[in-house]
């Protein structure tokens, strides 16, 4: 399994932006992928974005199209989430996630499915109205 480790929330304003990081380390299989997720209180788990690791296709959550961005720096084993023009209802946990096999899985990045197979800790994200 993959080891993740999520870093760069806080408290925003609305309209304002964030940029959060997840540090990934282990052996990677031919096939993974890097999903944030998030959950609010009293709310499911919701999958935001998808990046594939071997090819670098991109998934959203229609809630955050247009606003969010998920990137890679394969030389720092890292996965971003640029987050702007944020809202209250953007407010939650948010987690990266991991899974890799040895066979295309890339149903289960553009789908934002349950599954994934490594988690972080998490990282609280605040918007103020």
């Known amino acids: 399994q993959l080891q993740l480790v999520e870093s760069g929330g806080g408290l925003v304003q609305s309209g304002g932006s964030l940029r959060l990081s997840c540090a990934v380390s282990?052996?990677?299989?031919?096939?993974?992928?890097i999903g944030w997720f998030r959950q609010a209180p009293g709310k499911e788990r919701e999958g935001v974005s998808c990046?594939?690791?071997?090819?670098?296709?991109?998934y959203y959550a229609d809630s955050v199209k247009g606003r969010f961005s998920i990137s890679r720096d394969s030389a720092k084993n890292t996965v971003y989430l640029q987050m702007n023009s944020l809202k209250p209802e953007d407010t939650a946990v948010y987690y990266c996630?991991?899974?890799?096999?040895?066979?295309?899985?890339?149903?289960?990045?553009?789908?934002?499915?349950?599954?994934?197979?490594?988690w972080g800790q998490g990282t609280q994200v605040t918007v103020s109205s």
């Open positions: 996630a991991a899974v890799q096999r040895i066979f295309m899985y890339q149903s289960i990045c553009r789908d934002l499915r349950d599954g994934f197979d490594s």
């Open positions: 990046i594939s690791g071997s090819d670098g296709s991109t």
């Open positions: 282990g052996r990677t299989l031919p096939y993974y992928y």
